[in-house]
């Protein structure tokens, strides 16, 4: 016999508590990726930017003289000075990363919450499930699925991350 043809009966409530479950846990990690954000986003307030002073030229002047003044004053008024202003690629890589996962979670929180309140309206029901369900659900058992496993790793590889930010480089 093929497990993908094997069918295994739960109640329509058992698969709601599978819901739950998942929808619970989707939403702690949601909250853990939001607290990273949120701490990776004040870096960048405080100061995660790098800000460097251009020569600029001038119409009837020498590149060498715009070179000179724009290095030798610190005036905002000077006209042969433009300021460039980088965010720390680092940092702007871990807020990519970070709102990728806040949005990752939130789209599961929703969608486990959705079959829930489906299969919470229909407790009583009986429904078929084959292994891939089985699992997708959580009606294994309490061991670690291999999507905790590898959102685990992902966690402690973003524990290193922001417990290394270090303080960011401002140039004049």
């Known amino acids: 016999m093929l497990r993908e043809s094997w069918k295994f009966f739960y109640s329509a409530g058992e698969v709601a508590l599978g819901a739950r479950k998942k929808q619970e846990y989707h939403q702690k990690r949601y909250e853990y990726w939001v607290k990273l954000f949120e701490t990776v986003f004040k870096k960048i307030e405080d100061g995660g930017v790098k800000i460097t002073k251009v020569p600029r030229m001038i119409p009837g002047k020498s590149s060498r003289h715009a070179e000179t003044v724009a290095y030798s004053t610190n005036t905002l008024n000077n006209a042969a000075v433009d300021f460039q202003v980088h965010i720390d690629v680092g940092l702007q ?9 806040c949005e990752l979670h939130k789209s599961y929180v929703t969608f486990y919450r959705n079959y829930a309140i489906v299969l919470e309206k229909n407790s009583s029901a009986e429904v078929p499930l084959d292994s891939a369900d089985v699992m997708y659900f959580g009606l294994c058992g309490d061991e670690e699925t291999e999507e905790e496993e590898l959102e685990s790793l992902d966690s402690e590889q973003a524990e290193k991350e922001v417990s290394g930010l270090k303080e960011p480089a401002v140039e004049s």
């Open 93 to 101: 890589d871990l807020l990519s990363r970070y709102r990728a996962k």
